[in-house]
């Protein structure tokens, strides 16, 4: 096979697989919707603006991947809005997660323990933001984050499970 057959085959087989987003990009949203979540800025008094701010970057940055797996600017601002309006309900509930860490983990001895060093916790947040995305039936995007989250800690929790509250 010539160069020119092996790119058009190239082209044939990427047009086959669909859209995905940018892995780097997705990678990088989940360690920053993370940190804006759980990790606050140490020796500096944040703002209520600030947090707007940074909530705003992080909507735009979710809106973009959706764009990479929907190709709709429309639909990817509203489904980005639509997770945004379901995030206040994720925080508790993994606030909820982390509280049961400490009440059954002998080793955990407060909450902030948990959001900072423990993998597991780590894994249980981005199940749960992988998961109201596929609720919101964003194809591909999901599994990018649960396969980082694996990768990082090890832990592999599938999106399309079905995991209640107060979870370790």
């Known amino acids: 096979m010539n160069n020119k ?49 940074g909530m705003y970057a992080l909507k735009s940055h979710l809106a973009t991947l959706i764009y990479d797996v929907v190709n709709d600017g429309a639909k990817s601002q509203t489904q980005a809005e639509s997770f945004f309006e ?19 983990d002998p080793a955990a001895y407060n909450v902030s323990q948990i959001l900072q060093a423990y993998p597991g916790f780590y894994a249980i947040a981005v199940y749960r933001i992988s998961n109201q995305l596929r609720k919101q039936d964003i194809r591909g995007l999901p599994r990018i984050f649960a396969e980082y989250a694996h ?17 370790l």
């Not at 379901?86 to 059954?104: C, G, K, R």
């Not at 990768?151 to 979870?167: C, L």
């Open 5 to 53: 057959n092996f790119i058009k085959l190239l082209l044939q087989n990427n047009a086959k697989i669909g859209n995905l987003p940018d892995k780097d990009l997705a990678h990088q949203f989940i360690d920053d919707i993370f940190q804006f979540l759980f990790i606050p800025k140490t020796g500096i008094n944040q703002k209520e603006a600030d947090l707007e701010k």
């Open 86 to 104: 379901a995030l206040p309900d994720i925080y508790a509930t993994l606030q909820e997660d982390a509280a049961a860490f400490v009440a059954n």
């Open 151 to 167: 990768s990082k800690t090890g832990i592999d929790i599938h999106p399309y499970a079905t995991i209640g509250k107060n979870f």
